[in-house]
């Protein structure tokens, strides 16, 4: 059975960062792209950053030089470092395999001003 486990989100004022993980088991990711999607309190879920299997990563405007994706395949981890948070970065994030669509449960980020 495959699983994703995020974990890292937490409360952090303006301009600060966070580090978000998500643990894969049950199946090797090295070859697939994995994304990161985030969704607010009342708003649809909107696609943040993903990583395809080869290192290539793409990123919604809204996060571009501020959010970095990456992966440890030996880990079998995706990550998403979060720098220079704002109050609308507030959100849960989730982490997904959008090829078989499993999603994890998600983790809360809350920024405040």
């Known amino acids: 059975q495959v699983q994703l486990v995020e974990s890292g989100g937490g409360l952090v004022q303006a301009g600060g960062s966070l580090r978000l993980s998500c643990a894969v088991s049950?199946?090797?990711?090295?070859?697939?792209?994995m994304a990161w999607f985030r969704q607010a309190a009342g708003k649809e879920r909107e696609f943040v950053a993903r990583?395809?299997?080869?290192?290539?990563?793409n990123y919604a405007d809204s996060v571009k030089g501020r959010f970095t994706i990456s992966r440890d395949n030996a880990k079998n981890t995706v990550y998403l470092q979060m720098n220079s948070l704002k109050p609308e970065d507030a959100a849960v994030y989730y982490c997904?395999?959008?090829?078989?669509?499993?999603w994890g449960q998600g983790t809360q980020v809350t920024v405040s001003s």
């Open positions: 997904a395999w959008l090829t078989y669509n499993y």
């Open positions: 990583i395809s299997g080869s290192g290539t990563t």
């Open positions: 049950g199946r090797t990711f090295s070859s697939s792209t």
